[in-house]
Antibody, heavy 119, light 110 residues
Framework: EVQLVESGGGLVQPGGSLRLSCAAS????????MSWVRQAPGKGLEWVST????????YYADSVKGRFTISRDNSKNTLYLQMNSLRAEDTAVYYC????????????WGQGTLVTVSS | QSVLTQPPSASGTPGQRVTISCSGS????????VYWYQQLPGTAPKLLIY???QRPSGVPDRFSGSKSGTSASLAISGLRSEDEADYYC???????????FGGGSKLTVL
């Protein structure tokens, strides 16, 4: 059974940093691209970033480019999202998601971790 | 403003058939597969349809997807109260080099 467990969310001041982690199990982690998708309170889904299975390719939404960095450790089956220069508009539930085979679109999602940016 | 356009709401009575549309462009739906997700209140999204019309195991055949040109649609037949949820379409966008989501459609079962 695919399991994705996010951690690292919390309250941070504007301009601050936070690192999210996602522990994966139940599938061969190194064979699939992974993504972060966020959902602001009461709003829709917003794609944040995707990383290829090897980590050699990364993609970012314009809204986070230059501030967020996606990475992965295939030896630890863990996905990361380093978030710097956080803004109030980054407040959201952040979901870790596994991509389906041969695509960057997600087929399994974690339960999410809440990031609140506020002074 | 979402890259893919969905109606904000849809509704139907139990047993009825409802459809939700998703409109895009040549850089996303026009050349890539469409995916649909169901998000029940307070939960993570769940994959409902992949590659335009395929259902993951466990998804009832009441749910079906189709695509034509730069538009796609999700159909739900035999509507049930437990289908009340938010529904999102998604596709890879070659111009953005990223995933495009629709704004979501809230389905109400009357």
């Amino acid at each position: 059974e695919v399991q994705l467990v996010e951690s690292g969310g919390g309250l941070v001041q504007p301009g601050g940093s936070l690192r999210l982690s996602c522990a994966a199990s139940g599938f061969t982690f190194s064979s699939y691209a992974m993504s972060w998708v966020r959902q602001a309170p009461g709003k829709g889904l917003e794609w944040v970033s995707t990383i290829s299975d090897s980590g050699g390719s990364t993609y970012y939404a314009d809204s986070v480019k230059g501030r967020f960095t996606i990475s992965r450790d295939n030896s630890k089956n863990t996905l990361y999202l380093q978030m710097n220069s956080l803004r109030a508009e980054d407040t959201a539930v952040y979901y870790c998601a596994k991509s389906g085979g041969g695509t960057y679109i997600s087929d399994y999602w974690g339960q999410g971790t809440l990031v609140t940016v506020s002074s | 403003q979402s890259v893919l356009t969905q109606p904000p709401s849809a509704s139907g009575t139990p047993g009825q058939r409802v459809t939700i549309s998703c409109s895009g462009s040549s850089s996303n739906i026009g050349r890539n597969y469409v995916y649909w997700y169901q998000q029940l209140p307070g939960t993570a999204p769940k994959l409902l349809i992949y590659r335009n019309s395929q259902r993951p195991s466990g998804v009832p055949d009441r749910f079906s997807g189709s695509k034509s040109g730069t538009s796609a649609s999700l159909a739900i037949s035999g509507l049930r109260s437990e289908d009340e949820a938010d529904y999102y379409c998604a596709a890879w966008d070659d111009s953005l080099s990223g995933v495009a989501f629709g704004g979501g459609s809230k389905l109400t079962v009357l």
